[in-house]
């Protein structure tokens, strides 16, 4: 017997996911938005970046505009994790 997985358990609003709008498509991601210090620790900035199944933001890439949560954001670049079935896209507040 196959296994198959079910990412819907991990993207579900009603947990950690929040709503994400890219043109048409709706979807729901996890954002992260951590607290990064950079020059050797005289600035914190906030890296942002959603994570998200594969299967429902096909052919997002860099310079696209999203909604994410109500904020608008330009996406940076986007990368698959681990075996591809799971994206991690860098985002830049608008």
Known sequence: MAFTENLGA?????DFAVPLT????????????PDQEIIEGRVLTRGYAITYPADELVGLTGGQ????D?????VREVEALDDGKIMRATLRKN
Do not use: R
């Open 70 to 74: 109500g904020i608008a954001y330009k």
């Open 10 to 14: 991990f993207f579900s609003t009603a």
């Open 22 to 33: 890219w043109g048409l498509v709706t979807a729901e991601v996890i954002l992260d938005a």
């Open 65 to 68: 505009a999203v909604t994410v």
